[in-house]
């Protein structure tokens, strides 16, 4: 069963985990969350000025997702 679409190509959790997927930065991002990678460097949209890196722990990650799932309920 597909576990991600992009671009008109679905891909599965194999296929991101272990790298045989192509390399967006979505499935990049993917990849290094599912082989459990702790920090992450993100870049920001730049939609209020020029784009930043961001650094963001896993832990800081979840707290988002549940923070916005709350949210959204």
Known sequence: ????????????????????????????????WLNGQADFVLQTSGSTGTPKKIAATRDHLKASARITATYLN
Request: glycine share 6%.
């Open 1 to 32: 069963m597909p576990w991600l679409k992009e671009n008109g190509k679905h891909y599965t959790f194999d296929e991101i985990k272990t790298g045989v997927a192509e390399s967006s930065s979505a499935i990049r991002f993917c990849n290094t």
